[in-house]
């Protein structure tokens, strides 16, 4: 089958760093994406990886190794507001290519 | 500002009632999707569209309908709806296969 799996929650301090980490089980895989989800909001894209290595868009950054069918999302100078769930998606490049979310993990941060 | 609509934002309906949901888009996107979102299940993919005339079942696809008569627009049918419809259902739209989609506000749906 095809799956992704991330941590269901996670905690962390005002200011400081997390990793939220995502493994993934997918053939055809072509591309690894992040989102965003404030409670009662839609998701909101944060970054995207086809290649190996790290993208880095402000605060947030994001890496990718496909030899290890993994990836992470790394939030620096956490803020309140970073409170929300994050999901990572997998991108198939097939005849048919197709989308699969993991089911999220919640960031709970501590002042 | 190109932005991406769904409607109703809420609804209450009966098991066995065809329903329908809209989403409209002002991007000039290509590709469209359809998502249901439950607790403990993360976004699952209903079906997506690459182009007018172009539907393809996703995920999670049974019970539920789609057309595409113009870029804009992308409603989701349920034929008969039934309570383990019930769920909080987004559109999304992308210029690029899989790429930063953007998601449309949402509909919650409870089926009686």
């Known amino acids: 089958g095809q799956s992704l799996e991330q941590p269901s929650e996670v905690t962390a301090v005002e200011g400081a760093i997390v990793q939220i980490n995502c493994t993934y089980q997918?053939?055809?895989?072509?591309?690894l994406s992040w989102y965003q989800q404030h409670d009662g909001g839609a998701p909101t894209f944060l970054s995207y990886?086809?290649?190996?290595g790290l993208e880095e868009t402000g605060r947030f950054s994001s890496f990718l190794s496909r030899s290890d069918s993994y990836g992470y999302l790394l939030l620096q100078e956490l803020q309140m507001k970073d409170s929300a769930s994050y999901f990572c998606?997998?991108?198939?490049?097939?005849?048919?290519?197709?989308?699969?979310f993991g089911k999220g993990t919640r960031l709970h941060i501590l002042p | 500002d190109a932005e991406i609509t769904q409607s109703p934002r809420h609804k209450i309906t009966e098991t066995g009632r065809q329903v329908t949901l809209a989403c409209h888009q002002t991007?000039?996107?290509?590709?469209m999707f359809w998502y249901r979102q439950d607790l403990g299940h993360g976004l699952r993919l209903i079906h997506y569209?690459?182009?007018?005339?172009?539907?393809n079942k996703g995920e999670v696809s049974d019970g539920y309908s789609v057309s595409r008569s113009n870029t804009e627009d992308l409603p989701l049918t349920l034929e008969s709806a039934a309570s383990s419809q019930t769920s909080v259902y987004f559109c999304?739209?992308?210029?690029?296969?899989?790429?930063?989609?953007?998601f449309g506000p949402g509909t919650r749906l409870t089926v009686l």
């Open positions: 999304a739209s992308s210029e690029l296969r899989g790429n930063e989609q953007f």
């Open positions: 997918t053939s055809g895989f072509y591309g």
């Open positions: 990886n086809a290649l190996d």
């Open positions: 998606a997998a991108e198939r490049m097939n005849r048919d290519d197709k989308i699969i």
């Open positions: 991007w000039n996107h290509n590709n």
């Open positions: 569209s690459y182009g007018v005339q172009d539907t």
